[in-house]
C-alpha cells in the first residue's frame, strides 16, 4: 500500500488540487458576475439632477444657530407647565411613553425623538428646508407645544444625505434650529 501511494503521489496531488481550486476559481468568477439589489427611495430631487454633471455642493452650518443649539441642550432650559405636559401627552400618545421613535414623518422630513439625549431630531429629505420645518413646527404646535416651547425641547434639524445630488452647484448655510428659535 505505501509503494502505491508513493507511486500515484503526483496523481493524488493533481485531483486534490482539481477538487479545491477549480471550485474555488468558478465561485469566484461567478461573484464577479452578480449585480447588487437596487433600492428605490422616495427623495423629492429635481429630474435635472441626474443627467446634470457632478458639481460640488458646499453646505456650512449656521455657526451662530448652532451655539444657540448647544446652549439649549448643554444647559436645558425648562419647559413651560403646559409645553411638558404636551410633550409627555405626545410621547405617551405616538411612542408608548418616553421611548425613542419616529414621531411625525411626511415627504420632505421625518421628526424622530432620541431618548437617550432626549431630543427631537428632523431629517430634512427636500431641498425646501423652509418648508421642512415649518411641517414639523406646525406638526409640534398641533400637539399642543408652543414656538418658545419648541425651541427648549430642543429640536435639531440636519439634511439627509440623499438630498445632496440634487443640489449640486449650490451654497447652502444650514440653520440646525427650528424657524425662529
Not at 4 to 25: C, D, G, S, W
Not at 30 to 57: D, E, F, G, I
Not at 109 to 136: C, H, P, R, W
Request: hydrophobic share 45%; net charge neutral; proline share 8%.
Amino acid at each position: 500500500m505505501k509503494n502505491f501511494i508513493q507511486e500515484h503521489r503526483n496523481y493524488f496531488i493533481i485531483a486534490l488540487a482539481v477538487v479545491v481550486i477549480v471550485p474555488t476559481i468558478i465561485i469566484f468568477l461567478l461573484s464577479l458576475k452578480a449585480k447588487p439589489a437596487q433600492t428605490k427611495q422616495n427623495y423629492h430631487l429635481s429630474p435635472t439632477s441626474a443627467v446634470m454633471p457632478a458639481r460640488p455642493v458646499t453646505i456650512n452650518l449656521d455657526d451662530a444657530a448652532e451655539g444657540r443649539l448647544a446652549q439649549v441642550v448643554l444647559h436645558r432650559p425648562p419647559l413651560s407647565p403646559a409645553d411638558s405636559q404636551a410633550k409627555t401627552s405626545m410621547l405617551n400618545a405616538m411612542l408608548g411613553g418616553p421611548n425613542s421613535g419616529v414621531l411625525f414623518i411626511s415627504e420632505d422630513v421625518e421628526l424622530d425623538y432620541v431618548k437617550s439625549e432626549n431630543v427631537f431630531m428632523g431629517d430634512i429629505k427636500t431641498t425646501n428646508i423652509n418648508q421642512a420645518k415649518t411641517e414639523v413646527t406646525t406638526w409640534l404646535e398641533a400637539q399642543g407645544i408652543s414656538k418658545e416651547g419648541i425651541c427648549k425641547l430642543p429640536v435639531m434639524f440636519y439634511l439627509d444625505p440623499l438630498v445632496k445630488p440634487a443640489l449640486q452647484g449650490q451654497t447652502v448655510t444650514l440653520n440646525p434650529l427650528p424657524l425662529g428659535c
